[in-house]
């Protein structure tokens, strides 16, 4: 059997409706901007102003989204989340940056 679709749960202990909300809105809306095709029922986004109709459209707003993400973290978790995609190994934003530099200095 093939499966064309695949979804994701969140974590089982995450049960406030607030924080299940800006969880889903931040992964959708991640999605979206990197170019991915995602459906999601309205009632699980989060419709306040911050989100509505945020399109990442360049790096400095990815990364200012990043630096807000971690401001208003009110856990250690949520602040490392966003530091992961900065620092992660395989594709994480300081990698490409090295790589920009690398092949800049190569040319």
Known sequence: MLFRER???LPSGMTDPTEQRKTVTRAF???Q???FGVSCDPDLL???PQYEGTQEVNLGDRLGRLARSIQGSTHTAEAVAALSEVTAPEDGVLQCVVEVLGTTADW
Request: aromatic share 8%; net charge negative.
């Open 46 to 48: 989060d419709a306040s």
């Open 33 to 35: 901007a990197e170019g």
């Open 29 to 31: 809306d991640t999605l």
């Open 7 to 9: 979804y994701h749960r």
